[in-house]
């Protein structure tokens, strides 16, 4: 079930390209996502310091993390996040397509 909130929060996409897609979300306080999953795996990297509460499974949990820090998760996990702090939480999240092609997109980008 989702969390209860009276605001969503905010993506913003980057990029979205056959290979990534790279969206930052912006949460005010209370704020959530809404119960959802991802097509493919994932990496999220915290923009700012949080305490992020988030539902799998039916069970809630809470973590506190520091602007900078990373996670990654697999593809298909259904889920929820909250910013369960007082303060605005923002991460960018970057899902991967097509890891074989990543390596292939970077060197390309270098070059231009």
Not at 37 to 58: C, K, Q
Request: charged share 20%.
């Amino acid at each position: 079930m989702p969390f209860k909130c009276n605001e969503p929060a905010v993506p913003t996409v980057q990029q979205d390209d056959a290979t990534v897609r790279i969206t930052r979300w912006d949460f005010a306080p209370g704020a959530a996502t809404g119960w959802h999953s991802h097509g493919w795996p994932y990496f999220v990297v915290m923009l700012t310091d949080a305490v992020m509460r988030y539902e799998i499974n039916g069970e809630v949990s809470e973590v506190r993390l520091k602007a900078g820090q990373s996670y990654q998760r697999p593809a298909g996990i259904e889920h929820d996040v909250m910013n369960g702090g007082d303060k605005p939480m923002a991460f960018v999240e970057i899902e991967i397509k097509r890891p074989g092609d990543l390596g292939a997109s970077m060197v390309a980008a270098a070059s231009s």
